[in-house]
């Protein structure tokens, strides 16, 4: 009031509680949501948002909940010390926290009784003050008056806003609670309004009976404006207590539910053969050390912005709750997302305003807990927001993405690999994962061919078993298990029905075969992927030690086929891959005539220059006595990888095409066949 006057002060008041109101009603849609249990804000959180990011909010929450006590212990022992200066500021301050603990470890029910006359002291105190500020009404409100120096609205905003962070008190019981869901809501709304009638009315009050230079200057103007001084003590102390009752009696809950959850370590504890509450014993602890460290403003910033965080997190929550569309979330109280968002950012506004450094470090200490989380791989029992939220996601995008333009440039590695045993495809897994690299969607697909009534209910078995063997491989990968009567007719139909809403598997990509049959069987697979547009890669890998240094990777390019492009885009992103990288990629060709030399050469200079991708050209001229498969083994036996193009061929001829393939792969290191098919086909390095 005496830095900027009635009008602003009322501003700052609605503002502040804009915010607190807007948390509020979250809080009341994710209660009446789920059943809370033990650890408030940390529950709601933790069930929505996982473990991890809930971990990281509530451990910080639970040592400001602590921390708190040990500030509201300092508070009470300065106000005694008006009344008794001859007081010891730490014995005092000492004494606070060890009667508000074991006020606490008689129960919750004890401590909340106790509220009652605390609230009716607090009530007096303001009936003192109204009385008193009555009898010494002025003429004229200052409304904008100020005194001179004042503080600029902004910081007297960030100074008064932690005043109005106390709603998540009730919330931290929420294990005590008959009926959460009806007590939550009910008394926080009734709780933050209450406040914001009395904010409204203290600024009043004051306006009236005391200058701006008095309220400026003077501390403890209440004292003076007050009918009965002496009776504001009851109320002052009764607050003071009472929140520190508040904050011991949350503070155990949040780590209890820590603890339950197995974020933090269980250690029980035994006194004289009697095991303790360790939670409440251990709150108590180091709210109690805390009050070694005598001054506690240095870190008071920062126990404020885990509390802002905490609230800031609960109103994203209940907003994503809301956008995500769930059919699990049905609140009995609904909030527009657009009202918790707003919370969830005026959170994030205000804690830069308080005291961005402390903003920042708070951030940090979060982050730091959440990293440590995912590192354990904690596992939670429960589905929570992130599978719903992204869920909307991923259909708005694609509803998106249908609407778009496609072109070459867009054009992205969709494999589909088919494999019978993951474990003894490891080698063809990790091909598939380096051709992806991360610009596409692998989907590994194990076909199990057989009756469908037998082999139907070990699908679920057989894709946890193949999810487990990729985690494994560290292999990031989608997994598929599909039962089909035989290889030629399931690869035929998966192809077709793999994916959805436009983004489906582009390339097929299956191991060769030494064995005829099954080799005429994959290009037939061939065959019929490229009637629906799908690529084609058959890999034959050789047996080697693949953490050894690679040195070349051969693209030999046709160019007749429209298979070159894709040849040479497929070993770009393979040498990407941190394995291979450094890699040398050699694009070879043939000159059938020695009058084609020279043009072939230039074409193919030309082609790796507008492809962009770093690839010496080589052009051989075929000496009349040597045939193209005696001069590709020559040229590639000492590649690590050749990439080599797939040819048209009626049906009926892939046993015969199988057997010549056979004889240009020969002794060659690791060979992939490639058939690019498609609309883009020829042209993907435009």
Avoid at 157 to 167: L, N, R
């Amino acid at each position: 009031m005496g830095q900027v006057g009635l009008v602003p002060t009322l501003t700052i008041v609605i503002l502040a509680h804009m915010i607190t109101v807007a948390t509020a009603f979250s809080v009341s849609a994710i209660a009446t949501n789920m059943r809370v249990g033990t650890g408030g804000a940390y529950y709601m959180v933790s069930r929505s948002l996982g473990l991890e990011i809930g971990g990281a909010i509530g451990i910080p929450l639970f040592l400001a909940q602590t921390f708190s006590v040990t500030l509201y212990a300092f508070g009470l022992a300065e106000s005694l010390q008006w009344l008794w200066p001859q007081l010891p500021l730490r014995i005092t301050a000492a004494l606070t926290v060890v009667a508000v603990a074991l006020l606490a470890g008689r129960g919750a029910r004890l401590a909340l009784r106790l509220q009652l006359p605390i609230m009716a002291a607090i009530g007096l105190a303001l009936a003192l003050l109204v009385a008193g500020a009555s009898s010494r009404a002025g003429a004229a409100l200052p409304l904008w008056e100020h005194v001179e120096g004042a503080e600029p609205f902004w910081r007297v905003f960030a100074i008064f806003f932690p005043a109005v962070t106390g709603i998540m008190a009730g919330i931290s019981l929420s294990g005590d609670l008959e009926d959460p869901q009806k007590s939550i809501p009910r008394g926080t709304l009734l709780a933050v309004l209450t406040g914001f009638v009395v904010y409204l009315t203290v600024p009043v009050v004051l306006a009236v009976a005391a200058e701006p230079s008095q309220l400026a200057t003077d501390t403890l103007i209440w004292f003076e404006l007050s009918a009965l001084p002496r009776l504001l003590f009851p109320g002052l102390w009764g607050a003071i207590f009472s929140s520190a009752v508040g904050s011991i009696l949350g503070a155990p809950r949040t780590l209890e539910a820590l603890i339950g959850d197995r974020v933090l370590p269980r250690v029980p504890i035994r006194i004289l053969g009697r095991r303790v509450d360790v939670p409440q014993l251990f709150s108590a602890g180091v709210a109690l050390a805390a009050v070694g460290l005598g001054d506690l403003n240095a870190v008071a910033p920062v126990l404020t912005m885990f509390f802002l965080t905490t609230y800031g997190v609960v109103n994203l929550v209940a907003g994503l709750e809301q956008l995500s569309g769930s059919p699990s979330y049905r609140p009995t109280i609904r909030v527009p997302w657009f009202v918790s968002l707003a919370g969830a950012v005026g959170c994030i506004w205000v804690m830069g305003l308080i005291h961005r450094g402390a903003a920042v470090v708070a951030i940090v200490v979060e982050i730091a807990i959440y990293l440590g989380l995912r590192r354990r791989a904690l596992h939670a029992a429960w589905g929570d927001l992130r599978y719903g939220a992204l869920m909307s996601f991923v259909r708005a995008a694609l509803l998106r993405l249908r609407r778009l333009p496609v072109d070459p440039r867009n054009w992205r590695p969709h494999i589909l690999v088919f494999a019978e045993d993951l474990r003894k495809r490891g080698d063809l897994l990790r091909f598939a994962a380096w051709l992806n690299q991360g610009r596409g969607i692998l989907t590994v697909c194990h076909m199990m061919v057989g009756p469908l009534e037998k082999l139907a209910p070990g699908i679920e078995a057989q894709m946890r078993q193949d999810q487990a063997q990729l985690d494994a491989d560290d292999l990031t990968s989608f997994t598929a298990v599909n039962v089909v009567s035989d290889l030629e007719n399931g690869v035929l139909n998966i192809l077709q029905a793999n994916g959805i809403a436009g983004i489906s598997s582009n390339t097929m990509m299956m191991g060769w075969s030494d064995k005829p049959e099954r080799r005429a069987e994959l290009l037939r697979c061939v065959r019929q992927a490229a009637l629906l547009g799908k690529s084609s890669l058959l890999c034959r890998i050789a047996p080697r030690r693949w953490a050894e240094k690679l040195r070349r990777i051969d693209v030999w390019w046709g160019g007749l086929q429209n298979n070159g492009d894709m040849l040479l885009l497929f070993a770009h992103l393979l040498s990407l891959n941190s394995e291979w990288s450094g890699v040398e990629i050699a694009v070879k060709m043939i000159a059938s005539k020695a009058l084609n030399y020279e043009e072939s050469a230039r074409s193919l200079e030309q082609l790796i220059h507008r492809s962009r991708i770093d690839a010496e050209p080589k052009v051989l001229q075929l000496p009349k006595a040597q045939k193209i498969r005696q001069a590709i083994q020559e040229e590639s036996r000492d590649a690590d990888l050749v990439f080599l193009g797939l040819q048209d061929f009626a049906p009926g001829q892939e046993t015969a095409y199988g057997e010549r393939l056979t004889s240009l792969i020969g002794d060659l290191p690791t060979v992939i066949l490639v058939r690019a098919s498609g609309p883009f086909a020829g042209r993907l390095i435009e």
